[in-house]
């Protein structure tokens, strides 16, 4: 019998440098499923008719990168509580009748940090940045029950503007939940200090301060989101501890999410990073 290959696709602007197609093929090898999957470069002027033409052409699933996560938050017909309240969507899946979406970045962050034995239960984070991607993370932060979520940014009304749309789920998961001044003025205990700013894309500095910098000790991990190169905020970091990540590893577990969703299959992701520096 001729089993219908399912038709996957990763959309964004630009999507060149994408390691998605080879993560879910490596993934779907794992459980020897067929599937195909294609970058696609798509303008946000022509996001809704490109998912209304790739619904029409039978595509399953998709993941949406930058810049195009809200604008796919807006497409779908059904959302998850995490998504709605993130206002962000990475993983569209096209059913007969609905466009339903999700956000796996929150989760893929966390699981990575489980991956490398960080628990945030009880401790105080630093999320660096208040667009798009700290957004996409911070319903998954809250949940993981820290004591504390300190948040700064470059422009200060935009982190306190994220503080006050997400003071009720914090306060609901009893999380403190504050906003500091990039120069800080007293040292606080940082246990955790995640850069989900897109400032390497564009600088050489890094986006956090020296009086930052000075309260981290050898015990306190630093995360960057961004992957690919020792960005400006890694490299300060390294300075203080060693414990200091890119988000190569989040990469990896939120597509192993969104293809739990699409698959209902957990994949093992424990040697993707180095399968993918093979491939
Ligand atoms: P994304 O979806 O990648 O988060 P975004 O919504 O445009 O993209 O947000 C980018 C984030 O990176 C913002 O927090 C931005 O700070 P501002 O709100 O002040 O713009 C931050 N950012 C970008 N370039 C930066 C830089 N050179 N230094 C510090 N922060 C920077």
Redesign the pocket.
Known sequence: MNKKIKKFAVLGHPIKHSLSPQIHFLFANEFSIDLEYKKIDIDQEDFFDSIANLKSEGFYGLNIT??L?YLAFQICDEVTERSSLCKSVNTITLSDKKIIGDSTDGRGLINDLNKKSISIDGKNILL?????????VIYDLIQGKPKQIFLT???IN?ASKMQEYWKLFADKNQVILKVIDLNLQKKINFDLVIN????S???K?S?ISNSIYNCLTNSSVCYDMMYGSKTPFMKEAYKKTDLVYDGIGMLVEQAAVSFNIWHHLNPITKNIEEDLKIL
Not at 128 to 136: F, K, L, N, Q
Request: charged fraction near 15%; charge should be positive; aromatic fraction near 0%.
């Open positions: 930058m810049p996560k660096v940045g208040a667009g798009g991607a700290a957004s996409g940014n470059r422009t935009k989900a700013t897109s400032a894309l564009s600088s500095d986006p």
